[in-house]
C-alpha cells in the first residue's frame, strides 16, 4: 500500500510541476517540467534522506558519543527485527525527532539536542519506538520524497511570484485572464504541495503511535513523551524545521508560528495521547 502511495504522490507532484511549465512557456514548458520532475523523484528517491538530514543540519553521532541513544535504539532494532539505522543528532533546542531513508537498510533516525535534554529516558524510548515503527511500516520514504518534492514545488511557486513582481509580460499584464491565471498558480502550487503532505502524515502517525506501543506494550511512554513535546513545541521555536519537512516530525514543530497551524502535518496531539492510553496489550 505505501508503494502505491509513494507512486500516487510522485505522479500528483510530478503533474503540479507539469502545470507550472505549461504556465511558463506553453507545450516546452511542460516537456522541461516533466523532465525535470522525472529527475526529480529519481534523485529524491535515492537522496531524499540526505537532504532531509542536511536540511535540518543533523549530524551523525557514534555509540562513544551517544551510548544511551544508542542502546535504545538497537534495542526497538532487536523487538522489530530491523537492521540499525544510522542515528543523527541535530543542534535544535526544540524537542523533537523524525526518522528518513528510502527503506529500513537505508534508514536514519534524527534526534534534537531538545529531546535529548528534556525527556526521560523511558519517555525517549516511547518517542524512538514510534521512529522505529516508520521505519518497519516504511512509509518513511514517502514522507522524505514529499518534503523534498514539495519544497522544490514551494521555491519554484516563490521564484514565480519574484518574477511576476518584478518582470513578466507586459502582453499578459493587460489580460485579466492571464494575470488571474498567473496569481492562482504562485498561491495553488505550494498550498497544493502542502495539502499532499497533509494527507500522507496524519493517518500514518497514528500508525506510528499505535506500533510504536505495540513495540513496548505500552502506550503510556510516548503518549508522556507527546505531551511534554507538545507543549515545549509551543514555547520553543525550530531553527531548522521548514514548511516543507515538518511533516516528517513527531510533533509539528512549527507550533510556536501560528500561521503554520492553519494546514497542519500532524493530527491533535490530545487525540494521539487518548489513543494510546486507551490501548491495552
Known amino acids: ?18 502545470l507550472i511549465g505549461e504556465w ?42 551517544a551510548p544511551q541513544l544508542y ?24 524537542p523533537n525527532a523524525f526518522a528518513t531513508g528510502r527503506n529500513p537498510s537505508h534508514a536514519a533516525v534524527a534526534c534534537t539536542q531538545g529531546i535529548l535534554q528534556m525527556l526521560e529516558p523511558w519517555e525517549l524510548e516511547g518517542v524512538l519506538a514510534h521512529e522505529i515503527s516508520h521505519v518497519r511500516n516504511r512509509d518513511i520514504l514517502i514522507s522524505s520524497i514529499a518534503a523534498v518534492l514539495a519544497g522544490a ?26 494575470l488571474i491565471g ?28 499505535a506500533s510504536g506501543a505495540k513495540l513496548l506494550g505500552t502506550g503510556e511512554p510516548l503518549a508522556q513523551a507527546l505531551e511534554k513535546i507538545d507543549s515545549a513545541a509551543q514555547r520553543i521555536p525550530s531553527y531548522s524545521a521548514s514548511p516543507s519537512t ?27 495521547i487518548r489513543r494510546l492510553l486507551a490501548m491495552h496489550f
Open 1 to 18: 500500500m505505501n508503494r502505491l502511495k509513494t507512486a500516487v504522490l510522485m505522479t500528483v507532484l510530478t503533474v503540479i510541476l507539469v
Open 24 to 65: 511558463i512557456g506553453g507545450i516546452s514548458g511542460m516537456l522541461w517540467f516533466l523532465l525535470l520532475g522525472v529527475a526529480m523523484n529519481g534523485f529524491s528517491y535515492f537522496f531524499s534522506d540526505r537532504i532531509a538530514l542536511a536540511m535540518a543540519h543533523a549530524q551523525p553521532v557514534t555509540e562513544q558519543e
Open 71 to 94: 542502546a535504545i535504539v538497537r534495542d526497538l532494532c532487536e523487538r522489530a527485527n530491523l537492521p540499525m539505522p544510522r542515528i543523527y543528532i541535530t543542534p535544535d533546542p526544540q
Open 153 to 178: 514545488i514551494t521555491s519554484i511557486a516563490r521564484i514565480l511570484q519574484f518574477g511576476w513582481l518584478f518582470g513578466g509580460n507586459d502582453d499578459e499584464r493587460d489580460n485579466p485572464l492571464a
Open 182 to 209: 498567473q496569481l492562482l498558480m504562485i498561491i495553488l502550487a505550494p498550498l497544493a504541495a502542502a495539502l499532499v503532505q497533509l494527507s500522507i502524515s496524519r493517518s500514518r502517525e497514528f500508525a506510528a503511535d
Open 246 to 272: 515538518a511533516h516528517l516530525y513527531i510533533i509539528n514543530p512549527l507550533k510556536a508560528r501560528d500561521w503554520t497551524t492553519l494546514f497542519s502535518t500532524h493530527p491533535p496531539t490530545a487525540e494521539r
